[in-house]
């Protein structure tokens, strides 16, 4: 079964600074993947996904991802941290369902605290 | 266009005692899931309709939850009788096509609590 794994309950970083949210992923054949963002109060919003393509994938609000092969990772990338990307992240792969790819298996989501 | 829209955004119950929630998809899309997020874990898949047809349950936990679609408009999803272990955030989601390329839109989904 298809799996991601993010292994860092919370990010810290200082505002101006890059920040990386680590996923990696297991999935048997071409991986489908995606980044969901949640604000406080809100609901998961889309970032950016992975279906094939080039490896770096650029998504809303500046984050971009990283697709490697040989480490099977995604991880989510900015290059300048802003207080307002305060959020719990998700990071979550295609998985078939019972008539192909349907739903989302999702990790247990990252914290990230961005300080002023 | 409005967005996947949940009711209600917080239940409070006790343990035995039954709840429905409730998902209005986006208009026009005919796919419509839930997941749910137990404390600190991972968001986790429950079922899939196509229009008012499931899909796939086999993320359903057991027989105490019945998730309907009539009309394959809204969805409701029912907790008969409630437990402790129900507790968490129900998320709805709803996507227009399937495949792996179709974005799924989520709703604020609906927190449950279980006393």
């Known amino acids: 079964a298809q799996s991601v794994a993010q292994p860092e309950d919370q990010v810290n970083v200082a505002e101006g600074n890059p920040l990386t949210v680590k996923c990696t992923y297991s999935?048997?054949?071409?991986?489908?993947l995606f980044w969901y963002v949640q604000y406080p109060n809100r609901g998961l919003q889309f970032l950016l996904k992975?279906?094939?393509?080039?490896?770096l994938v650029k998504g809303s609000y500046g984050f971009e991802a990283e697709f490697n092969k040989s480490q099977t990772s995604f991880h989510l990338k900015k290059p300048s941290a802003l207080v307002s990307d305060s959020a719990l992240y998700f990071c979550a792969v295609r998985d078939k369902g019972g008539t192909g790819f349907q739903k989302l298996v999702f990790g247990t989501g990252t914290r990230l605290l961005v300080s002023p | 266009e409005a967005g996947v829209t949940q009711f209600p955004s917080h239940s409070v119950i006790e343990k035995g005692q039954t709840v429905t929630l409730r998902c209005d998809p986006i208009?026009?899309?005919?796919?419509l899931y839930w997941y749910r997020r137990v404390m600190g874990k991972e968001i986790k898949f429950l079922l899939h309709f196509v229009k008012e047809s499931k899909q796939d349950e086999s993320g359903m936990p057991n027989n105490r939850f019945l998730a309907e679609r009539t009309g394959g408009t809204y969805s409701t999803l029912k907790v008969q009788p409630a437990e402790l272990e129900d507790s968490g955030v129900y998320f709805c989601?709803?996507?227009?096509?399937?495949?792996?390329?179709?974005?799924?839109?989520f709703g604020p989904g609906t927190r449950l609590t279980v006393l």
């Open positions: 208009s026009g899309h005919d796919n």
């Open positions: 992975y279906i094939t393509g080039d490896n």
């Open positions: 999935v048997s054949g071409n991986p489908y």
């Open positions: 989601a709803s996507s227009r096509t399937v495949g792996p390329y179709n974005e799924q839109f």
